[in-house]
């Protein structure tokens, strides 16, 4: 609890003191509470023919499973994902691995979480730990958004 130096109290007298203390203690506070409120992760946004360029494999797919188990012995996050169809790289498999944040340690402000369920285009790289991800904003996009993705896939080289 924030206190009013005793010779102030004294000067100005009691009741005076502790308004001003509530006061100082309020608006400590609320800038305290600002400052916190205002953190948030801050993704740069890579120009979208590279993403498309450096994506191993691009897909329209449903993350239809997320799963836990130890790689490299770290707990690791996995989902599952339906392809419905290719547009960069191959697979001969109907479902692929992807890595996701893993859900058991503390939650980074650059973690993306995918809900069981989602679908669109997943532009997809191969992380650190050689398994397939998407790890920015820019690497799943919604189908009804992929317009412009689509065209710059149908005017690079695959």
Request: charged share 15%.
């Amino acid at each position: 609890m924030l206190r009013l130096p005793p010779y102030i109290t004294r000067l100005v007298g009691s009741e005076f003191g502790r308004v001003v203390s509530s006061v100082i203690r309020l608006v400590i506070g609320l800038a305290f509470s600002l400052s916190i409120s205002s953190a948030q992760a801050m993704w740069a946004k890579p120009d979208p023919n590279i993403t498309v360029q450096d994506s191993v494999l691009i897909i329209e797919a449903k993350l239809v499973d997320v799963f836990k188990t130890n790689l490299n012995n770290r707990p690791t996050t996995l989902g599952l994902l339906s392809i419905k169809k290719h547009y960069k790289g191959t697979t001969n498999q109907p479902l692929i691995t992807i890595q996701l944040p893993n859900s058991s340690s503390p939650l980074l402000s650059s973690d993306i979480h995918y809900k069981i369920g989602t679908s669109g285009l997943w532009l997809l790289n191969i992380n650190q730990n050689g398994l397939l991800s998407a790890n920015h904003p820019q690497r799943f996009v919604p189908m009804e958004q992929s317009d412009s993705i689509l065209k710059r896939l149908n005017q690079s080289p695959k």
